[in-house]
């Protein structure tokens, strides 16, 4: 059976809660200060079951101007609304208001009660119908049914009850969706059961046990009972009035207005892309910047309103804006928004979310507001191809996706499996199932490879580049993960070549000038010819009659070929020279089973000064293992 949420709209004291006791027998006015004065400020909640069968959860709204962000809050979830209007007063003010909010929010069916007709006669019942039918004209209400009742007397009640069992047959199912949220509306705590919460189910299920987490604050809690009206349950789902019972949960660490779901489901943020309609009603435009309240689900926040093409909008223009709010909100697309002016408080508009996690757009950018405005009707791929491009280079997750594009969960994952087989995205983190666009990973592609031809350019005598220094070139929020995808790729794909921690084109050959070549040659020749006695190369350096960093470059070049063997800072040997010697160690250990230093010292003919120093490259390369005041053959050495 199909869940479905009535709620009641209208101004106040035009018997909207009177109405709901005399078809439910429920007294939806619980608090003192209620019954005193006569009005509903808190939300009040009933339900009824239809002649057809099916059960109604009904949330009773606040109808005074004082109280109407309560109302936003009852209106979030509602399939039907009643529009409650008096017979003997007609539409007023925060009829008209409650009329804006309902169509802001998206309701599209519902009905006119219009009540207390035992206080007025024939002749005026027809003009206050008449009245109604004028304000109707135009709005989702239009041509809709016009029911008079009276709750004292209990005339047209009937008729009430039947047209609301008509109208529950036209009310679609809810999209499946396997987000599980609910707004918080209410918080208290009851003797033997704890801390429990109550709100109406907006998408996805939820059962005992189930663990649960309250954004934006992150708390996590288990869920210890579930009442569906007023009955116990072991699962709740969308569309149903639900209270939850909480383990271990203190009162004060909830409120009204955050949003429970699962953990890591949603992802609270500062900023929201919305599609703003800003009311005919309004009397003169809104300017960029403009304080306003933002009431979203059941919360109300604080912001600006950042108008990314215009310095001012104008009663009755609708467009793609930015919000930047003072605290944060857990949203996802599509979710329906009021926004009310700072002061005096009044509503002036609403709409849509278009990105529930967007990034800070800049102002006066075309495109962007192009972009964002499509996004409303942009088929699926295209909305999932929208947000991946707009993560950049630090890609965007699944669990972002889900609420950036509010896709059932199953669905997103298999449009992504077919971008990735068409390589219009890239999974470039499968644990955390973080996704790349293909442009952006061709963009970073091309940077890395100007990189590198800069860095052959300005060091061409050098094999490679480091890959941490490379790395430090690329974007600062680029992760280590992408970046090794990266290189790994372009090494798949013949681009650059790894030889241990750096990384060079494959087109890059390494090319001395004259002057250069002539130091290679100078070079290779004195450490040839001075054997296991060379000089430093601070002292060869002064002989070279040369630039000292060129040198020095010509030097680093033989020893990455392999041509000269660096033993320590500044003490170089011919490579044939030092593979002499270790043949001649290895041959000894194996004969003997040890050596000493001075044994090691008449082996090579050299002073101590170039004894120790060898005898300790061999230890660093494994050849050798100390053990006290001997050497001998590590194993596999």
């Known amino acids: 059976m199909k869940q479905i949420i009535l709620g009641t709209a209208g101004h106040i004291d035009h018997g909207k809660t009177s109405l709901i006791k005399a078809i439910t027998g429920t007294d939806t006015d619980r608090l003192k200060e209620e019954k005193e004065r006569g009005i509903t400020i808190e939300l009040g909640f009933a339900s009824l079951d239809l002649p057809s069968g099916q059960h109604l959860g009904i949330v009773d709204v606040p109808g005074h101007e004082k109280f109407v962000k309560n109302m936003v809050a009852g209106a979030t979830g509602i399939d039907i609304v009643v529009m409650v209007i008096a017979a003997d007063e007609g539409v007023m003010p925060q009829t008209r208001e409650h009329m804006e909010i309902c169509t802001l929010l998206g309701v599209q069916h519902g009905f006119v009660a219009l009540t207390k007709t035992d206080l007025v006669d024939e002749e005026w019942l027809e003009l206050a119908m008449e009245d109604v039918r004028d304000f109707t004209t135009g709005t989702f209400l239009d041509g809709a049914p016009i029911v008079p009742v009276s709750s004292t007397t209990g005339q047209g009640l009937a008729e009430f009850t039947k047209i609301l069992d008509d109208i529950s047959t036209t009310v679609p199912e809810r ?15 009851m003797k033997g ?14 059962q005992v046990g189930d663990t649960i987490m309250i954004y934006p604050s992150r708390i996590i809690s288990k869920v210890r009972g579930l009442q569906v009206h007023n009955q116990a349950v072991e699962k709740a789902f969308a569309g149903q009035r639900t209270a939850i019972n909480f383990q271990g949960l203190e009162k004060a660490s909830i409120n009204r207005g955050e949003m429970l779901a699962f953990p890591g489901s ?63 909100v857990s949203l996802v697309k599509d979710d329906r928004y009021v926004i009310r002016s700072y002061s005096p408080i009044r509503t002036i508009g609403g709409g849509q979310v278009l990105n529930p996690i967007p990034v800070k757009h800049k102002r006066f950018k075309p495109e962007i507001v192009e972009k964002l405005t499509r996004i409303a009707d942009l088929p699926p791929e295209e909305v999932i191809d929208y947000h991946v491009d707009q993560s950049g280079y630090q890609g965007v997750s699944f669990s972002d996706l889900l609420s950036m594009t509010h896709i059932p969960e199953k669905k997103l994952d298999q449009m992504l499996q077919g971008m990735l087989s068409k390589k219009t995205v890239i999974l470039v983190d499968k644990e955390k199932r973080i ?71 494959t087109s890059h050959k390494i090319a001395l000038g004259a002057d250069q070549a ?51 800072e500044d003490l ?21 089973g040890e050596i000493t230093t001075p044994q090691f010292k008449d082996m090579t003919g050299a002073s101590r000064k170039y004894v120790i120093p060898l005898i300790e490259h061999f230890d660093s390369r494994n050849v050798t293992i100390r053990i006290g005041d001997i050497r001998k053959l590590r194993k596999g050495g």
């Open 266 to 328: 949603l992802t609270p943020s500062y900023m929201v892309d919305i599609l703003l309609d800003y009311l005919s009603s309004n009397k003169k435009p809104i300017k960029n910047r403009t304080r306003v309240r933002v009431h979203t689900g059941t919360g109300e926040t604080l912001g600006n309103l950042i108008l990314l093409d215009r310095e001012e909008l104008n009663p009755g223009e609708k467009i793609a804006v930015q919000l930047r709010l003072d605290a944060p």
């Open 175 to 189: 999209p499946k969706s396997s987000l599980f949220r609910l707004p918080v509306d209410r918080v208290f705590t």
């Open 193 to 206: 059961f704890g801390t429990v919460i109550t709100g109406s189910l907006l998408s996805g299920q939820v």
């Open 572 to 592: 170089y040997f011919d490579a044939a020279a030092v593979e002499s010697l270790k043949e001649k160690l290895i041959d000894f250990l194996n004969a003997n």
């Open 435 to 505: 996704y790349l666009h293909s442009s952006s990973f061709e963009n970073l592609r091309q940077d890395l490879k100007g990189q590198l031809a800069d860095y052959h350019q300005s060091n061409p005598l050098k094999a490679g580049m480091q890959k941490e220094e490379l790395k430090s070139k690329t974007p600062r929020n680029l992760s280590p993960k992408i970046f090794s995808l990266l290189v790994n790729q372009m090494i798949r794909t013949n681009e650059v070549v790894s030889e241990e921690d750096t990384v060079r084109l």
């Open 518 to 568: 002539d130091i290679r040659d100078k070079i290779i020749k004195t450490y040839r010819d001075s054997g296991l006695q060379p000089p430093y190369f601070k002292e060869l350096n002064r002989h070279l009659d040369a630039d000292p960093s060129r040198a020095k470059d010509v030097l680093v070049l033989l020893v990455e070929e392999g041509r000269i063997v660096k033993v320590k």
